[in-house]
């Protein structure tokens, strides 16, 4: 079964420093993964996805998220941390693969990013 | 871009009533919308898959009596939790999908609040 961990529940960063909220998975075939946002009492937004290609993939508000086959992950990154980028992050993939695939997403746990002033 | 609302965004009621949740998509026909419940500070979990014309696939363990999905339209579905008690009490969101496209293209609602007394 296909499956997404976040390990971190929480990341403090200060505003101006690097971040970092940390993504591995699991899955059976090629992977599809999703970055996703959400800010209190709201739905989700989509950052970035990867499904094929460079592994090094750019989405929104100045976020990416670099695809490694080798350790499993899919960190989500920014060079450049907002106090507005203050909110949760879930990672997700796919569930299922070839012609079993499914368009349902599995989401990780969620890690709460604290940009501090 | 895509946009999905839900209504109401949040809806208090007392335990035995039924509530019903709607999830649009304003722009762009959906043939498929997806039902998640979300507890506090955790991850998203899929209740439903919702096909337009057709009946709903339920995930393991959700009670398909009690929350009742109807999607009668391409850009209508709906949530009604039936009889509902303290314990239904979470954040619902739906999330549609437009036919025919890739599986990044899930664009989710803002979440409907749901208090059971």
């Known amino acids: 079964a296909q499956s997404v961990a976040q390990p971190e529940d929480q990341v403090n960063v200060a505003e101006g420093n690097p971040l970092t909220v940390k993504c591995t998975y699991s899955?059976?075939?090629?992977?599809?993964l999703f970055w996703y946002v959400q800010y209190p009492n709201r739905g989700l937004q989509f950052l970035l996805k990867?499904?094929?290609?460079?592994?090094l993939v750019k989405g929104s508000y100045g976020f990416e998220a670099e695809f490694n086959k080798s350790q499993t992950s899919f960190h989500l990154k920014k060079p450049s941390a907002l106090v507005s980028d203050s909110a949760l992050y879930f990672c997700?993939?796919?569930?299922?693969?070839?012609?079993?695939?499914?368009?349902?997403?599995?989401f990780g746990t969620g890690t709460l990013l604290a940009v501090q002033p | 871009g895509a946009v999905v609302s839900q209504h109401p965004s949040r809806v208090i009621c007392k335990s035995g009533t039924s509530v019903k949740i709607e999830c649009r998509s304003l722009?762009?026909?959906?043939?498929?919308m997806f039902w998640y419940r979300q507890f506090p500070k955790q991850s998203l979990m899929l209740m439903a898959t919702?096909?337009?014309?057709?009946?709903?696939?339920?995930e393991q363990g959700v009670e398909k009596d009690k929350f009742l999905i109807n999607h009668a339209s391409l850009t209508l579905s709906t949530l009604t939790v039936t009889s509902a008690h303290p314990e239904d009490s979470s954040f619902y969101i739906c999330?549609?999908?437009?036919?025919?496209?890739?599986?990044?293209?899930?664009?989710f609602g803002p979440g409907t609040r749901l208090t059971v007394l």
């Open positions: 999330s549609a999908q437009s036919p025919g496209t890739r599986i990044d293209t899930q664009y």
């Open positions: 899955v059976s075939g090629n992977p599809y």
């Open positions: 990867y499904i094929t290609g460079d592994n």
């Open positions: 997700a993939v796919r569930d299922g693969e070839g012609g079993g695939a499914t368009n349902k997403l599995i």
């Open positions: 722009d762009f026909q959906a043939t498929t």
């Open positions: 919702s096909n337009e014309g057709s009946k709903a696939t339920y």
